[in-house]
Structures are given as structure tokens and as C-alpha cells.
T-cell receptor, first 118, second 110 residues
Framework: DAGVIQSPRHEVTEMGQEVTLRCKPI?????LFWYRQTMMRGLELLIY????????DSGMPEDRFSAKMPNASFSTLKIQPSEPRDSAVYFC????????????????FGPGTRLTVL | GQNIDQPTEMTATEGAIVQINCTYQ??????LFWYQQHAGEAPTFLSY????GLEEKGRFSSFLSRSKGYSYLLLKELQMKDSASYLC???????????FGAGTQVVVTP
């Protein structure tokens, strides 16, 4: 399996621009997570989906952030408009709890997208 | 509030043993996970505890005491490649709400 795929790997943009980050989870995984990691705040869960449905988006910082999962193999995280404080590494992760799995099944992280907003 | 606390940095010598402690206070608990993260890379899974006691996986062991809200990760026979950040994470609901600690940077010296 190719693992979780994220694109782009690096993104540099100017304040006010729209940014779209993309993720392809591991095939067959029913959970998808979006995280943000900074030196100051560590690794923060932004939102997670189960079977393409958003379950908890309480970690999404502001209305400027939105996430979608139109099908089981694709998700996007969009920031509009972007601000310098959004600069961080954004990770997507996926996890399976079926058919014989349970809470002990770990999540697998993608390589991350390093976002820099100037 | 919810807190997951772990030391910021630890230094140890190659071949030695290091124990990374993690204490947690969360609204829910469905398991405790340890991840390793090398600089510039994604976190990778190391271990999982949901019941009290010790889980051993090769050079790495993890311990959990739910009544004390406490876990540790034990790294034995340290190697240079073990220099990394180690993240403690609690699964706070039945599905997927993970909360991570800030990470402990382990530096292995020759």
C-alpha cells in the first residue's frame, strides 16, 4: 500500500490567498483526520471524518478553515483567506476499525504539507 | 480542561535506558498511544495501552496506570537512530478524537 498521500508537500503563499491541501487515505480505512503541528502548539486535531461524514470539527480554529470528504479516497482542507499565523505543517492521517479492529488500531500519518503564509 | 504532560527534553547515552513519563487528565479515555517523530517527518506508531500494565515490543515498552492517569515509554539499549521526539496521545472518545502531548525530544549521545 502507498500509505497516506498528501499534496502538495510544500506550499508558500501570500496572506489573503486561498490554500487547498489534499489527502488520499489508505484504501479501506474508514477514519480520516486532519492535524496541524507547530512548535508553539504541538500537534492539534482539527477535524476527523468517519465514513466520509465529519464527526468532530471542534478543533477547526476559525471559519476560514473548512474540510470536505466527498468520497472515501479523497479529502481537502481549505483555508480562505490565509494568514501568516496559519503557517504550520498539516498532517492527514487515516485509521481502520473494521472488520476486526477496535480502538487499538492506530492511525497512519501522511508525510505532511509544510505551509508558509507570507 | 484537558492536559497531557510530558518532559520537554531528555538526554541519554548510546546503549543506556531512558524512561519518558506522561501524565494525563482528559474528559474521556479509550487508550493511550505512543508515537515517534523524527525531525521533518510524520509521527509513526510505537505502542498502545488500554489496560493497566506493561506492554513490551522489542526494545520499547509502555506502561499504563489508569487510576493514576500515568504512562511511561521505556527505551532500552538506546541507539543513535532513537534520537527523535516521542509523543504521548490519548484517545478521548470511542472513535477518533486523539489528544497529543507536546512531545519529549530525546537526544542520544555517543
Amino acid at each position: 500500500d502507498a500509505g497516506v498521500i498528501q499534496s502538495p508537500r510544500h506550499e508558500v503563499t501570500e496572506m489573503g490567498q486561498e490554500v487547498t491541501l489534499r489527502c488520499k487515505p489508505i484504501s479501506g480505512h474508514d477514519y480520516l483526520f486532519w492535524y496541524r503541528q507547530t512548535m508553539m502548539r504541538g500537534l492539534e486535531l482539527l477535524i476527523y471524518f468517519n465514513n466520509n461524514v465529519p464527526i468532530d470539527d471542534s478543533g477547526m480554529p476559525e471559519d476560514r478553515f473548512s474540510a470536505k470528504m466527498p468520497n472515501a479516497s479523497f479529502s481537502t482542507l481549505k483555508i480562505q483567506p490565509s494568514e501568516p499565523r496559519d503557517s504550520a505543517v498539516y498532517f492527514c492521517a487515516s485509521r481502520s476499525t473494521a472488520p476486526a479492529g477496535g480502538p487499538g488500531d492506530t492511525q497512519y500519518f501522511g508525510p505532511g504539507t509544510r505551509l508558509t503564509v507570507l | 480542561g484537558q492536559n497531557i504532560d510530558q518532559p520537554t527534553e531528555m538526554t541519554a547515552t548510546e546503549g543506556a535506558i531512558v524512561q519518558i513519563n506522561c501524565t494525563y487528565q482528559t474528559s474521556g479515555f479509550n487508550g493511550l498511544f505512543w508515537y515517534q517523530q523524527h525531525a521533518g517527518e510524520a509521527p509513526t506508531f510505537l505502542s498502545y495501552n488500554v489496560l493497566d500494565g506493561l506492554e513490551e515490543k522489542g526494545r520499547f515498552s509502555s506502561f499504563l496506570s489508569r487510576s493514576k492517569g500515568y504512562s511511561y515509554l521505556l527505551l532500552k539499549e538506546l541507539q543513535m537512530k532513537d534520537s527523535a521526539s516521542y509523543l504521548c496521545a490519548v484517545l478521548t472518545d470511542s472513535w477518533g478524537k486523539f489528544q497529543f502531548g507536546a512531545g519529549t525530544q530525546v537526544v542520544v549521545t555517543p
